[in-house]
């Protein structure tokens, strides 16, 4: 009587899982408002250095008389002549006039952080990414350790503080310091929160609800936020709006329960009966109290076992101790860097694409909802590894067409098709992404889950600090950024061969279990094809 069995007796997917994944749309909100807060806070618009004669002048007008200035934003002019601005020699901008969006008013345009202070804004943006870091792997250990809840609370308060700080600096040294602590939940708040709903639905269901919910919920927060953004008018008031409805999370505990299975792991047998209860009464399911002593017994005697053979807890360095579990964790890291660096590159470059960066970056957005219909429809009929490796194929191929259209397509006479382009791109980037999320949380072993899933997570978090650097690659050739992220993606494509099938298996509880996995698999398994193959067979028969 294991883990499974109980709980398809409490119901796998009854009263108790809906309120979960509510819950889970619900932080998949405050993560998408959390995560774009930081680009939208820091939105550099176009500018020009002011002058008295500029005064009144429209936009047109304004590029007319830069037309000739080498560096319009930080050249200061000594007059206009014939429409056409004079630059002053070895003369320094103090003020500059903003072509916001919308009247939007963000921190660059508060407190002028360009020309001489423009780095400050990425000064910010490396702290938030040094405290994404720090944050993953501290929760992340938190979770195997404490528990998924106490975690997630924690991670989730501690980026509402950051985003709240944040609203109340006016220095470079404090912007910093917020960053760092509003960093420090990035992702860690929505792959904690991913992690306790995954390990309370049965196989069957997860597919549907946590890549239904992801793409309903996230895909509302990002389409919004631009907008939410604009009609605040204030980077400091959309600031309070994205940390404050953080607090919603203290009432969680009184709504759902920690891990059964993390309670398993920690040999905490009382507690996790306690919590698969409280599931079976929130489901209205009578569960007679010999099922529990059987599943307790059978747990007890696995850890009997496990005593003899001397043992030790299982730990994410113990993934690197057997080959086989070896050789799956190191593809993991690999594919979380690609994928990640990946989507990160797409959804940033987002400028000079004949459209408002705010607007597009919207409208776009929209692709997280067939994304996630697309993997509801084809990962339990394909399996987990055909999802991922087609997505990352296919993904590739948009990619490098996206590319070639920009290199050779005017933006300004071509912004809708470049938009669709985006939005294409965005979509095969998002499924890569939200596949890889369940496909390595089934593959790791539920002892070490918690943590491995973090650092696993982290390391493709430390791949983003390259993003500026790959799409810096188009001063030299426009299409080069979305050539390389294209042979990355056909790279990561084949490594998703080497990896084990999930669909419809037991998944491993430890490391001894997560070694086993799927023996004398072939690279070449799908279960697709599979089914196939053995209704050819039984059709000949």
Request: a neutral charge.
């Amino acid at each position: 009587m294991d883990f499974s069995q109980v709980l398809d007796k409490c119901g796998d997917y009854g009263r108790f899982q809906v309120v979960l994944l509510l819950l889970y749309g619900y932080t998949n909100i405050l993560g998408s408002l959390h995560y774009f807060s930081q680009t939208l806070i820091t939105f550099t618009p176009e500018h020009w250095c002011s002058h008295d004669d500029l005064y009144g002048l429209e936009v047109e007008e304004l590029r007319s008389v830069y037309s000739n200035v080498s560096a319009p934003a930080c050249t200061l002019l000594l007059g206009i002549v014939n429409g056409t601005g004079v630059a002053a020699d070895d003369a320094k901008c103090r003020n500059w006039i903003f072509n916001r969006e919308s009247g939007y008013e963000s921190i660059t345009t508060e407190l002028k952080w360009v020309c001489d202070k423009a780095h400050h804004p990425a000064v910010g943006q490396s702290f938030f990414f040094i405290g994404s870091v720090v944050g993953t792997i501290t929760f992340g250990y938190l979770s195997d350790r404490i528990g998924r809840l106490p975690s997630l609370l924690m991670a989730t308060i501690c980026g509402a503080a950051g985003d709240f700080a944040t609203s109340f600096v006016n220095t470079l040294p404090w912007f910093a310091a917020s960053r760092f602590v509003s960093g420090l939940s990035t992702d860690t708040m929505y792959y904690l929160m991913y992690i306790l709903v995954f390990e309370y639905l049965s196989p069957k269901s997860r597919t549907f609800g946590l890549n239904i919910i992801l793409a309903i919920f996230y895909c509302f927060g990002l389409m919004t936020s631009p907008w939410a953004a604009i009609w605040i008018g204030n980077w400091r008031h959309y600031l309070w709006l994205a940390s404050l409805p953080a607090l919603g999370v203290l009432i969680y505990p009184l709504l759902i329960c920690e891990s059964a299975q993390w309670l398993l792991t920690k040999k905490k047998y009382e507690e996790a009966v306690a919590s698969l209860k409280r599931v079976a009464k929130f489901n209205g399911c009578q569960v007679e109290e010999s099922v529990f002593d059987e599943f307790v017994k059978h747990y007890r005697e696995k850890e009997l076992e496990v005593s003899k053979l001397g043992d030790q807890e299982d730990t994410f360095l113990g993934m690197f101790l057997t080959p086989r579990l070896r050789r799956f964790t190191l593809t993991l890291l690999v594919k979380s860097v690609i994928i990640t660096l990946s989507c990160d590159v797409i959804n940033r470059n987002m400028e000079g694409l004949g459209t408002s960066p705010f607007k597009l970056f919207s409208f776009t957005s929209v692709v997280y909802l067939p994304a996630g219909v697309a993997i509801l429809l084809l990962q339990n009929k394909i399996g987990r590894k055909g999802m991922a490796c087609a997505a990352l194929f296919v993904g590739g191929l948009i990619t490098t067409a996206t590319g070639l259209l920009i290199a050779h397509l005017d933006p300004t006479e071509n912004a809708l098709l470049l938009a669709v382009m985006v939005a294409l791109g965005r979509f095969g980037a998002t499924i890569s992404y939200d596949a890889e999320i369940q496909y390595a949380a089934e593959i790791i072993p539920t002892s070490v889950r918690g943590q491995a899933v973090s650092n696993i997570h982290v390391v493709g978090l430390a791949s983003s600090s390259l993003a500026f650097y790959v799409i810096y690659l188009a001063q030299y050739y426009k299409p080069l950024p979305s050539i390389f992220i294209s042979i990355l993606m056909f790279f990561g494509a084949g490594l998703c061969l080497t990896l084990p099938e999930t669909l419809d298996k037991k998944l491993p509880e430890n490391l001894a279990d997560g070694e086993n996995f799927a023996l004398n698999e072939s690279f070449f398994y799908f279960p697709c094809l599979q089914k196939k193959r053995t209704n050819v067979k039984t059709g000949s028969a």
